[in-house]
């Protein structure tokens, strides 16, 4: 009799861009469930550089962000003992199975993505790289290389797994079974943390001029006291969720105390509802935070005081991911009918 066939683990990938300083809103909408999946998946965590240059930037702070935000994964939990965290760039199957995808992407498809249509109102339209269109296929490939089942992200990349969904079923079709299907994985809490400065926007990371309008996970704690004690709000003291826009500031207050917490609405709700006004909110979410924030904090630290420790990590990790991704490459390519170079 054979041996039934070995089930493997289920996947997860995911990935943040070296854009600039990571905020709560990664935080909570990717990170923290990264450190808590790894142990319920097979995990692959990169930093997409590559996905970093399809916007103007500084090649030395690029470098610089790189390190710093791999070096992020680890403080807030990534074991590099049980997940697998990378370079994008240092794994070259990545644009090469980008360009495969990309011949069988419709651009249709690539126009409506709403990402791109903001931040390429932004620039100037003559000065629109054509990378920032095709953004979304890499990540496709980032995906689909490691075969992945789930990919952990904030409620802002529900379009771009979508789109995922869509190349791979088309590539299937096409050329027969290749890639897995992989699915959104979105926190119940957290998904969509707003800025404070604004709380009609995504809170985001390099788009914006604002001192006040994010909470970096590097602040320290009187930076973060200051920042969350200005907070847009609106002129009422009632402290409870609400989709109403007027109200967006304290629902978005309440939200990022939710993420911290993991405390349910409506015992968050009972918690504020003697609240004496908005300050009382402030503080509190501003004393969670914080709190949260400071082992992340010191934990960096350790782990950037150690010359070559990051560079070596990610060595290992480039060496691990380039094997499953090079053995999903080569079907591709092989399923593509591209010519095997010999041996
Ligand atoms: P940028 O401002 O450079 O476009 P970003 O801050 O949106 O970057 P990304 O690198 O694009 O960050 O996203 C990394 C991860 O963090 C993704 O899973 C994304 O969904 C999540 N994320 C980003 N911003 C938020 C937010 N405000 N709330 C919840 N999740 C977020
Ligand atoms: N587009 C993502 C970043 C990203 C990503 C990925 C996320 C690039 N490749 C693969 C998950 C899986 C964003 O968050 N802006």
């Known amino acids: 009799m054979s041996e039934p066939a070995l089930k493997r683990q289920k996947r997860v990938l995911s990935g943040v861009q070296p854009?600039?300083?990571?905020?709560?809103?990664?935080?909570?909408?990717?990170?923290?469930?990264?450190?808590?999946?790894?142990?319920?998946?097979?995990?692959?965590?990169?930093?997409?550089?590559?996905?970093?240059?399809?916007?103007?930037?500084?090649?030395?702070?690029?470098?610089?962000?790189?390190?710093?935000v791999a070096a992020l994964y680890l403080a807030c939990g990534i074991d590099p003992a049980v997940s697998t965290v990378f370079v994008q760039s240092h794994v070259p199957?990545?644009?090469?199975?980008?360009?495969?995808?990309?011949?069988?992407?419709?651009?249709?498809?690539?126009?409506?993505?709403?990402?791109f249509k903001d931040k390429a109102a932004r620039q100037q339209a003559d000065s629109v790289g054509t990378g920032l269109l095709d953004y979304p296929v890499l990540?496709?490939?980032?995906?689909?290389?490691?075969?992945?089942?789930?990919?952990?992200?904030?409620?802002?990349?529900?379009?771009?797994?979508?789109?995922?969904?869509?190349?791979?079923?088309?590539?299937?079709?096409?050329?027969?079974?290749?890639?897995?299907?992989?699915?959104?994985?979105?926190?119940?809490?957290g998904a969509r943390i707003k800025g404070l400065?604004?709380?009609?926007?995504?809170?985001?990371?390099?788009?914006?001029?604002?001192?006040?309008?994010?909470?970096y996970l590097l602040d320290p704690p009187d930076r973060i006291k200051k920042k969350i004690m200005r907070a847009v709000?609106?002129?009422?003291?009632?402290i409870c969720f609400s989709d109403d826009p007027e109200k967006a500031g304290v629902n978005n207050l309440l939200e990022?105390?939710?993420?911290?917490?993991?405390?349910?609405?409506?015992?968050?709700?009972?918690?504020?509802?003697?609240?004496?006004?908005?300050?009382?909110?402030?503080?509190?979410?501003?004393?969670?935070?914080?709190?949260?924030?400071?082992?992340i904090q010191q934990r960096y630290r350790e782990l950037t005081s150690e010359k070559g420790f990051i560079d070596e990590l990610l060595a290992q990790g480039a060496e691990r991911a380039s094997a499953v991704a090079e053995a999903t490459l080569r079907r591709a390519r092989e399923n593509m009918g591209f010519l095997m170079p010999p041996g």
């Open 93 to 115: 199957a990545h644009s090469e199975l980008a360009w495969l995808l990309n011949c069988i992407t419709p651009l249709g498809w690539l126009y409506r993505m709403t990402q």
């Open 19 to 68: 854009s600039g300083s990571l905020t709560i809103g990664n935080y909570v909408g990717a990170l923290k469930q990264w450190a808590r999946e790894q142990y319920n998946f097979e995990s692959f965590f990169c930093v997409v550089d590559l996905h970093a240059v399809t916007v103007p930037y500084n090649p030395a702070e690029l470098r610089e962000k790189t390190r710093e």
């Open 256 to 295: 990022i105390y939710e993420a911290f917490t993991d405390q349910p609405r409506d015992a968050i709700e009972a918690h504020f509802a003697q609240a004496r006004g908005y300050g009382d909110l402030k503080k509190e979410v501003a004393e969670v935070v914080i709190a949260a924030l400071q082992p």
């Open 233 to 238: 709000t609106d002129s009422g003291r009632e």
């Open 197 to 215: 400065d604004n709380p009609l926007v995504k809170m985001s990371k390099s788009l914006t001029e604002s001192e006040y309008h994010a909470v």
């Open 139 to 189: 990540m496709a490939a980032d995906i689909l290389l490691y075969q992945a089942d789930a990919v952990p992200v904030g409620d802002d990349q529900r379009q771009h797994l979508e789109l995922t969904r869509d190349i791979a079923q088309r590539f299937n079709h096409l050329f027969g079974e290749t890639f897995t299907i992989p699915e959104a994985m979105i926190p119940p809490a």
